[in-house]
């Protein structure tokens, strides 16, 4: 299939998982993996989902 995959990688020696975990909390779904967020979103994404997913990250991140 065809589809987006996004990755953000975090600071040396910061952990993804508690962000992840943090987004979930909130509703939104990604991927820890090491010091990277991995996420899927669908291929055709409105601007106000996209903007809910940063704001969502920007929070979990934070958080630290």
């Given at each position: ?11 040396e020696?910061?952990?993804a998982?508690?962000?992840?975990a943090?987004a ?13 967020i ?16 940063v704001?969502?990250?920007l ?6």
């Amino acid at each position: 299939g065809v589809g987006l995959m996004l990755g953000v990688e975090l600071e040396e020696g910061l952990d993804a998982a508690p962000v992840a975990a943090r987004a979930l909390e909130r509703g939104v779904v990604v991927r820890a993996s090491g010091q990277k967020i991995v996420m899927s979103p669908p291929l055709v994404i409105e601007d106000e989902q996209a903007d809910r997913v940063v704001a969502t990250l920007l929070d979990s991140l934070g958080e630290l």
